[in-house]
């Protein structure tokens, strides 16, 4: 399990409010988990696989962003954990989540932030378990328990 530091949360967060009434998108890179923010491309079309998803209820990392977040594979700083919210306030690892994820297609962690208008209420990270043969719940955080504000 990777840990996540709380600035690096923290910044999470305020992305997740930042864009909300969409999710918003991006990843945790490196060994010190430096936060890539990235653009919501759904509202787009960019999805294949959910092309009448508005950003309110999707997302995808497109175009030079999905480029960059491959690349990172072969440098000192991959990617570890990709993030994204869900503006419904709950934080899991839907189906279509589970079928972008396309398995361990790349090494990494998933953080769902679920967020609404009043804020962040939940988030919970999952990683692959290949005796699920799919993403696992690894570790939850109540609204009680965000560290909210630094």
Do not use: K
């Not at 990172?72 to 989540?97: C, I, K, M, Q, W």
Request: hydrophobic fraction near 45%.
């Amino acid at each position: 399990m990777i840990e996540i530091p709380a600035d690096r949360l923290h910044a999470l967060y305020a992305h997740a409010r930042a864009t909300f009434p969409a999710e918003c998108c991006g990843y945790l890179a490196g060994p010190m988990l430096e936060v890539v923010r990235c653009t919501n491309a759904q509202a787009t079309g960019a999805n294949p696989l959910a092309p009448a998803r508005g950003a309110e209820t999707g997302f995808v990392i497109a175009g030079g962003e999905l480029l960059a977040f491959a690349r990172s594979f072969a440098t000192d700083r991959p990617a570890r954990v990709v993030y994204h919210s869900h503006t419904n306030g709950r934080a899991y690892f839907s189906e279509l989540d589970q079928t972008l994820a396309a398995g361990p297609a790349y090494p990494v962690e998933h953080l769902v932030i679920g967020v609404t208008a009043a804020g962040v209420r939940e988030c919970a990270q999952h990683a692959w378990s290949a005796d699920a043969r799919a993403y696992v719940e690894i570790s939850r955080w109540s609204v009680e328990m965000l560290p909210l504000t630094p």
